[in-house]
C-alpha cells in the first residue's frame, strides 16, 4: 500500500513535470535565451558556481530585484552589471522568454 502510494506520488511528479516542459514554451525558450547569452559568466542553473566568480548565480537575482523589473532593462539595452558585463538587448519576446525562466529559478 505504502509503495503504490509512492509510485503513484512519483509518477505524479514526474508528469506535472513533462506538463509543465509541454505547457511552457517561454520557459524553454528562456533557459536557451540564458545558455546562450548568459551562461559564459553566470549560473544560470539551481546549483553551481558561476563562470565568473562575479557574475550572480541568476538563481540569486530575484533576492536583489523583482525579475519583471529586469524585462524593461533587458530590452532597452543593460549597461550595468558586473563590470566585464558586455552591453546587449533583446527584442520584447526574448526579454519575456528570459524573465519566464529566471522566475522558475526563484
Known amino acids: 500500500m505504502i509503495r503504490n502510494c509512492v509510485l503513484a506520488t512519483a509518477t505524479l511528479i514526474a ?11 517561454d520557459v524553454q525558450r528562456g533557459r536557451t535565451i540564458a545558455a546562450t547569452h548568459c551562461a559564459g559568466c553566470h549560473s544560470i542553473d539551481k546549483v553551481g558556481p558561476s563562470p565568473l566568480s562575479i557574475a550572480p ?13 529586469l524585462e524593461e532593462a ?4 543593460i549597461v550595468t552589471g558586473h563590470p566585464s558585463m558586455p552591453q546587449f538587448s533583446f527584442d520584447p ?4 522568454n528570459l524573465i519566464a525562466y529566471l522566475k522558475t529559478l526563484e
Open 74 to 77: 533587458l530590452v532597452e539595452g
Open 15 to 25: 508528469t506535472a513535470g513533462v506538463s509543465l516542459a509541454q505547457t511552457a514554451p
Open 57 to 69: 548565480p541568476f538563481r540569486t537575482l530575484h533576492e536583489n530585484y523583482p525579475v519583471e523589473s
Open 93 to 96: 519576446d526574448q526579454a519575456s
